[in-house]
């Protein structure tokens, strides 16, 4: 009964929910380019907010790795009036901070002929500056302001491709975040920004430096793309993050944060009419401008396979990378399909094959896009051998596994599955406020229409035996792949 469910529902949402969806959702687009998609939902009265800025670290300007990442940190610091015991000084005590920072950079920039006593001398000036800016603020106004409101879910994030802002708010509360969210963009203040700094530096240090794991998808990246800025880990390179400056955040800020590179998805207990009205009344006076460009380097053909060890003491870990086309290509839901028959869960081949019953790994994983989709990306899936068995085994059974996806064809009740995980992972996105908004703004933004959401279980539905072997032949081949492993340091053992 519940395998018949799970296939029932899909087709029924395929079919029917994007004409209920038709009549709930609103669009609309303000002068300035800034565009919003309303979705009432009436069961409660909360509404969720999502805002997606349509860039990410892979917009970052060449040596300024982990920019667009600073955003996130410095999303709810505040406002002019919001965040501050008396802007007028605090204001004053920033720029001071920068001028500090610009003499500290000019003998830096002498190289070996920089006087030692003098740069010790301005890094003090630059701490003092920075400490005398923070005896202004007043943490944490900002989130407190939501949380007193009845707000959840306060967060943002930043991927490759883009940088999100969420949260939700009783629904009578509705004009507060209309007022707060456009006082970010209008009047943006960059306070906090070298505090700020050294916490991603801290947070790359653990997630990358001390964490062999995240060393060796940081390398596996750095190998696999010679040319096109998913090479760069999201969060920077260290040297980089060390160097940003707050000028570089207001450079990035009127380049890639116009109205016209902004999507905003509202879904809850509103008021279409009543949005339109707000959005025009705060959102309205951002000043408009064409989106940035989107020319990024051309990833050049990858012409043989690549491999990359990472020493270290911990426990293996091997990842394999193929080069595959971006997320608008015809045979997107085709790596969907394949990237759950090979990788996804415990009914995986991978995981039946080398985790239960031959027990030469103890976890298999993969993603179908990697690290983001919209230029060409990776086909990646991720393996753990087990005690006494290494690193080598565990690529020689992928690789048997591999031709034989390619040799024979999916059997009709092994794909009729994986669609059927396919869809319910998808549906299960859509089961909140916070999960819709979400989702609505990624599918306008990244396919041109959010019906591509509902459409796209459709394109699912179509993949065939056929579509699988085919795409398993033309793309999981060694010449475009990468391989990354651990390994012990020398002397250490296996």
């Given at each position: 009964m519940l395998v018949l469910l799970l296939v029932w529902l899909p087709l029924a949402?395929?079919?029917?929910?994007?004409?209920?969806?038709?009549?709930?959702?609103?669009?609309?687009?303000l002068a300035n380019g800034l565009h919003f998609i309303v979705l009432e939902r009436h069961n409660a009265p909360v509404v969720s907010f999502h805002t997606y800025v349509n860039a990410g670290s892979v917009d970052d300007p060449g040596g300024k790795t982990g920019l667009a990442h600073m955003f996130e940190h410095m999303a709810f610091?505040?406002?002019?009036?919001?965040?501050?015991?008396?802007?007028?000084?605090?204001?004053?005590?920033?720029?001071?901070?920068?001028e500090a920072y610009n003499k500290l950079e000019a003998e830096q920039d002498k190289g070996a002929r920089a006087d030692p006593q003098k740069l010790a001398s301005l890094e003090a000036q630059?701490?003092?500056?920075?400490?005398?800016?923070?005896?202004?603020?007043?943490?944490?106004?900002?989130?407190?302001?939501?949380?007193?409101?009845?707000?959840?879910?306060?967060?943002?994030?930043?991927?490759?491709?883009?940088?999100?802002?969420?949260?939700?708010?009783?629904?009578n509360r509705i004009e507060l975040w209309f007022l707060l969210e456009s006082q970010r963009f209008l009047h943006p203040v960059?306070?906090?920004?070298?505090?700020?700094?050294?916490?991603?530096?801290?947070?790359?240090?653990?997630?990358?430096?001390?964490?062999?794991?995240?060393?060796?998808?940081?390398?596996?990246?750095?190998?696999?793309?010679?040319?096109?800025?998913?090479?760069?880990?999201?969060?920077?390179?260290?040297?980089?993050?060390?160097?940003?400056?707050?000028?570089?955040?207001?450079?990035?800020?009127?380049?890639?944060?116009?109205?016209?590179?902004?999507?905003?998805?509202?879904?809850?207990?509103?008021?279409?009419?009543?949005?339109?009205?707000?959005?025009?009344?705060?959102?309205?006076?951002?000043?408009?401008?064409?989106?940035?460009?989107?020319?990024?380097?051309?990833?050049?053909?990858?012409?043989?396979?690549k491999r990359v060890r990472v020493e270290t003491a911990s426990q293996p870990f091997l990842a394999l990378a193929y080069k595959r086309p971006d997320q608008n290509h015809k045979d997107d839901p085709v790596f969907d399909v394949l990237s759950?028959?090979?990788?996804?869960?415990?009914?995986?081949?991978?995981?039946?094959?080398?985790?239960?019953?031959?027990?030469?790994?103890?976890?298999?994983?993969?993603?179908?896009?990697?690290?983001?989709?919209?230029?060409?990306?990776?086909?990646?899936?991720?393996?753990?051998?087990?005690?006494?068995?290494?690193?080598?085994?565990?690529?020689?059974?992928?690789?048997?596994?591999?031709?034989?996806l390619k040799k024979d064809q999916t059997d009709a009740a092994t794909l009729a599955r994986v669609k059927t995980q396919v869809r319910a992972s998808l549906i299960r996105q859509l089961d909140s406020n916070s999960g819709l908004a979400a989702q609505l703004t990624f599918y306008h933004v990244n396919y041109g229409n959010w019906r591509t959401l509902f459409t796209g279980l459709e394109d699912i539905d179509r993949v065939s035996a056929e579509d699988v072997q085919r795409v398993a032949r033309q793309y999981l081949v060694e010449s475009a792949r990468t391989v990354a492993c651990t390994v012990a340091p020398k002397g250490e053992g296996k």
């Open positions: 949402l395929g079919a029917q929910n994007l004409k209920e969806f038709e009549r709930r959702v609103t669009e609309f687009t610091k505040g406002t002019e009036q919001i965040g501050t015991k008396n802007y007028p000084e605090e204001k004053r005590a920033l720029e001071a901070v920068e630059v701490q003092a500056a920075i400490e005398k800016a923070g005896s202004y603020v007043e943490p944490n106004a900002y989130p407190r302001i939501i949380e007193e409101n009845g707000g959840e879910g306060l967060n943002a994030s930043t991927g490759e491709d883009s940088t999100n802002y969420f949260y939700s708010l009783p629904a960059f306070r906090e920004f070298y505090k700020e700094r050294d916490v991603v530096r801290e947070e790359r240090r653990m997630r990358v430096d001390s964490d062999p794991q995240g060393m060796l998808i940081e390398m596996l990246l750095a190998t696999t793309f010679a040319g096109h800025p998913y090479r760069n880990p999201s969060a920077g390179w260290e040297s980089d993050i060390e160097h940003l400056r707050v000028r570089d955040a207001e450079r990035f800020f009127k380049t890639c944060y116009l109205p016209s590179n902004i999507t905003i998805g509202i879904a809850g207990d509103v008021d279409p009419a009543q949005v339109r009205r707000l959005a025009g009344k705060y959102f309205g006076l951002l000043p408009g401008g064409p989106a940035p460009p989107r020319y990024h380097t051309e990833e050049p053909k990858q012409e043989g396979e759950e028959i090979l990788s996804s869960g415990r009914t995986s081949i991978l995981y039946r094959e080398l985790v239960r019953d031959r027990k030469i790994a103890v976890a298999a994983l993969g993603a179908s896009t990697f690290p983001g989709g919209k230029f060409p990306n990776l086909f990646v899936f991720y393996l753990v051998p087990s005690a006494g068995h290494h690193v080598e085994e565990n690529l020689k059974a992928c690789d048997e596994i591999i031709e034989r």
